[in-house]
């Protein structure tokens, strides 16, 4: 069997579609895996580093603002179809899975016209661009969110399945890595990140958070910065004194997040939608600081959707600042059952089966062909 994946330019596209990849292997240790990806976007990286080939089109998104970038985007839309045509020509996949990002809608619009059954997968509550434009040309559209499906019109509802996010589901003991970590029995741990790629109000309300809070009772706190920003930050802290606190921890990235989700009581972080499943299958009470900067607000409709179910806290970027981030902090501390509350909440919202549940819906795809 040969099965093709499409999705990049963040994580949040690519992993989910690796994990993907990665359980059909599993599953089926002869299938043929390649990804379809473009160099500037975090799948050249990624992708090589699982171990899966991956080849390469050309495609970029519109601006919202006339600019003259679009003139390009929009050349790039037809020239990405051919290359992408060509791809599948050498490739000759059974089947072909969309994981969102510009690059999934050349490859699974030609694929589609190929004859060739795709499925697609949506990461966020409210769905992309792309996701809704490649909806009718997809066998099977998997959903991550029950509330995604008003979105989508209703010649393609019977498509929709819901399945949630692939993350990675290897299960750690909170005793266990605490005690990894030199964390005692009973002592608060918070962890906090911008972002992998950073985020600068988010490392300022943390830093914020940690001269109003977590230093002077002695909280143990993780920061991670980013990789953008963070010889700004690491200097920051450095002037803050921030090196010399047994209790901090700030770092550029997180290599082993599992784990510090594990151990955390408190998880402070933007609401990227892979975040948000990693934390509901850990049950971790979580304060969400949505990310303005992304298509459709979507950041925020996915937190929105825990917030409801009293699984989260939401603050807007520009509605919070330090101080409210330490009140809040300081009063989930002093209530714990306020903890305990969001942590029951958030748990029915893990699908910790969702790579197994996709990956047999690709394989019956491909079947079907």
Not at 46 to 59: D, E, M, Q, S, T
Not at 101 to 124: D, L, R
Not at 180 to 197: C, H, K, R, W
Not at 227 to 245: L, N, P, Q, S, T
């Amino acid at each position: 069997m040969r099965i093709l994946f499409c999705g990049g330019g963040t994580g949040g596209h690519v992993n989910p579609a690796i994990s993907i990849a990665n359980t059909i292997l599993q599953k089926h240790p002869d299938t043929q895996i390649a990804f379809v990806g473009t160099r500037h976007g975090i799948e050249s990286s990624l992708v090589p580093k699982a171990g899966y080939p991956i080849h390469f089109v050309k495609v970029r998104g519109f601006k919202r603002k006339i600019s003259l970038s679009n003139i390009d985007a929009a050349v790039k839309a037809v020239t990405s179809v051919w290359a992408a045509k060509k791809i599948i020509k050498e490739f000759q996949p059974d089947v072909v899975v969309g994981t969102g990002g510009y690059v999934s809608w050349p490859t699974v619009k030609a694929a589609a016209k190929m004859g060739i059954p795709c499925v697609i997968h949506e990461q966020n509550a409210y769905p992309g661009v792309t996701t809704k434009m490649l909806s009718k040309y997809a066998a099977k559209i998997c959903l991550s969110f029950e509330e995604s499906k008003k979105y989508f019109d209703e010649r393609v509802r019977d498509k929709l399945v819901l399945t949630g996010n692939p993350i990675n589901v290897t299960f750690y003991d909170y005793n266990d890595v605490r005690r990894e970590f030199g964390i005692a029995d009973g002592e608060p741990y918070i962890l906090s990140a911008g972002g992998s790629m950073g985020a600068d109000k988010v490392n300022e309300y943390c830093f914020d958070l940690m001269e109003r809070l977590s230093i002077p009772r002695n909280i143990r706190h993780t920061h991670a910065v980013g990789r953008v920003g963070w010889e700004k930050y690491k200097a920051i802290a450095h002037e803050k004194g921030f090196d010399k606190k047994s209790n901090l921890e700030i770092l550029e990235y997180i290599y082993d997040m599992p784990k510090r989700q594990t151990a955390a009581d408190i998880v402070i972080s933007r609401a990227g939608a892979i975040t948000l499943a990693e934390l509901a299958f850990r049950g971790k009470a979580a304060i969400f600081i949505p990310s303005p900067n992304v298509a459709e607000d979507h950041q925020y409709k996915n937190a929105k959707v825990l917030a409801d179910a009293g699984a989260a806290i939401v603050f807007r970027e520009s509605e919070v600042n330090g101080r409210l981030l330490a009140e809040t902090v300081q009063r989930l501390l002093d209530h714990p059952e306020e903890i305990r509350k969001m942590q029951d909440a958030v748990k029915k919202f893990a699908k910790p089966e969702a790579a197994a549940v996709i990956a047999d819906i690709v394989l019956k795809a491909a079947k079907r062909k």
